[in-house]
């Protein structure tokens, strides 16, 4: 038989899960200072601890969020405390975190730039930039899916199992992480490098790395512990490519 909490477990309890509400205010302005969502767009969670998380509430400005601000919700999407509705996109946090139970934080974005990709239906190059190889392997498109309904779950769970970043068709984003700020960084990478790409386009080319260098990424990937060389996006090399799980050394070469 377990035992009830003491006085001493229940305000260390509180005070970390205020220590967690600071982190989202402070990430969520974070996210709306750098232009990543316009108005009451996007939304940011964190799982407090087992099936129980923060959300931001419906409707509101992510720059403008106090720590009190944030409704706790259950794996439902019920609110189970704080005042204010839970975000309308509170489906697809859940279906993150129901995927992916090391996963502590994620964030839904409008990064203007990624969107724009896809809004034009072209994908954002993932066989250009080395650093959003090794972040992300790939980042997978969804099918398009209607904003704040129950379809935003649908088209993440199976990619969201993968991948820590998903592109939303001509929608916006979702970034996750073992900390808030791990899914932020994902989230500021992925609008970085799809302005570098757009920047690119308009200069005149945009040139992918050989397949020789994206295998060299995919395996020093695994080598960082950051996922698996197979994750690495097939289309940037040819097919039938064995892809490396080590990273060669002195004079070795694969
Ligand atoms: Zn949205």
Redesign the pocket.
């Known amino acids: 038989m377990g035992s009830s909490p003491s006085s001493e477990d229940i305000s260390t309890l509180m005070s970390s899960e205020y220590q967690l509400r600071r982190e989202l205010a402070d990430i969520a302005r974070r996210v709306y200072d750098r232009g990543l969502v316009a108005g009451t767009?996007?939304n940011i969670s964190a799982r407090v601890q087992g099936d129980t998380f923060l959300i931001s509430p419906s409707g509101s400005c992510l720059g403008m969020l106090e720590p009190n601000d944030f409704v706790r919700i259950d794996m439902a999407g019920r609110a189970i405390g704080g005042q204010g509705r839970p975000s309308s996109?509170r489906w697809m946090h859940i279906a993150a975190y129901a995927e992916r139970p090391g996963v502590q934080a994620a964030i839904?974005a409008?990064p203007p730039t990624v969107i724009a990709f896809t809004v034009a239906g072209l994908t954002f190059s993932q066989c250009s930039l080395p650093e959003v190889i090794l972040a992300f392997g790939q980042v997978p498109i969804t099918s398009y899916a209607t904003?704040a309904t129950e379809e935003g779950a649908v088209v993440i769970r199976d990619l969201i199992k993968k991948f820590d970043a998903l592109v939303l068709d001509r929608?916006?984003s979702i970034t996750v992480g073992k900390t808030l700020k791990d899914a932020f960084f994902k989230l500021e990478k992925l609008e970085h490098g799809a302005h570098v790409m757009l920047m690119a386009h308009q200069l005149g080319t945009a040139r992918d790395l050989p397949p020789e260098e994206i295998a060299k990424l995919a395996a020093l990937r695994e080598q960082l512990g950051l996922g698996k060389a197979s994750d690495v996006s097939g289309t940037c090399l040819p097919p039938g490519t064995v892809l490396p799980t080590r990273v060669v050394r002195g004079d070795e070469r694969y």
């Open positions: 767009d996007g996109e839904h409008h904003p929608h916006g």
